[in-house]
C-alpha cells in the first residue's frame, strides 16, 4: 500500500506542530504566504525537510481514510526491524513478535481491539525486565521499541542513556543512523509517489 498522504500549514498549526518544526518546513518551501497555507504538502516533502519524528507526528494532521492503518503498518515495520536484538537474547519469548502480529492484523480489521490490548500487555510484561530495567542495552531498546510498535522514540532515548562511554556513543551514533535510515526506507515505502517526492 503506497499513498501521496498530505497535509497543509492550516492543519499542521491546528494540530498543534511545534513552533521549530513549523518554521524549518515553512523555510524549506518558500514561506507560508508563497507556498499557501492551504496547498498540500505531502508527507514525503516533510520526510526530506525535516526528519523522520517531524514526518511521523504530521500523520495527525493527515486527512485521509487510510491514514490510522498506514501509521500501524508503519510502526510494526520499524519495531520489527529491530526485533531481532530483542530475540538475540531472549530466543524463545515471540510476546512482542505476536504483539507486531496483532497490530497488523487489526490494521487490517482482523483482529479486535480487545485482542490487540492484550498482546500488547503480554509483550509489555515480557519486555518489561529486558527494557525497562536493562534499557540501557540494545535489547532493551529493541524490546522497548516492539512493545510500543512505536517508530524509533524509545530506541533514541536509550541510546542517549548508553551512551555514556566514548567508545560506546560513536557505536551508538553508527546504530541510530543505520535504524534512521532503515525507518526513512520504510517510511517512503508507505507514503509517496513512485519516482518523485512531490
Keep these: 500500500m503506497r499513498v501521496n498522504l498530505t497535509t497543509t500549514f492550516k492543519q499542521l498549526k491546528a494540530a498543534g506542530a511545534c513552533t521549530e518544526g513549523y518554521k524549518k518546513l515553512a523555510t524549506s518551501l518558500g ?24 514526518c511521523l507526528w504530521s500523520l495527525r494532521a493527515v486527512d485521509h481514510p487510510d491514514r490510522d492503518k498506514i501509521a500501524r503498518y508503519i510502526a510494526c515495520d520499524c519495531a520489527e526491524s529491530v526485533l531481532w536484538i530483542y530475540e538475540k537474547y531472549n530466543a524463545t ?39 525497562w530495567e536493562a534499557a540501557k542495552t540494545a535489547a532493551g531498546a529493541a524490546a522497548r521499541a516492539a512493545a510500543w510498535a512505536a517508530a524509533g522514540a524509545a530506541a533514541w532515548e536509550a541510546a542517549k542513556t548508553a551512551a555514556g562511554a566514548a567508545a560506546r556513543a560513536a557505536a551508538w551514533a553508527a546504530a541510530r543512523a543505520a535504524v534512521r535510515e532503515a525507518q526513512t526506507l520504510i517510511i517512503r515505502s508507505y507514503i509517496g509517489i513512485e519516482g518523485g517526492s512531490k
Design 31 to 54: 514561506g507560508i504566504t508563497k507556498y499557501g497555507a492551504e496547498t498540500p504538502i505531502s508527507l514525503i516533502q516533510i520526510l526530506d525537510s525535516n526528519g523522520v519524528e517531524d
Design 93 to 131: 519469548d515471540k510476546r512482542p513478535h505476536k504483539a507486531i502480529r496483532i497490530a497488523r492484523l487489526f490494521a487490517n480489521g482482523e483482529a479486535t481491539e480487545q485482542e490487540l490490548k492484550a498482546a500488547w500487555a503480554a509483550a509489555r510484561e515480557a519486555t518489561g525486565a529486558a527494557a
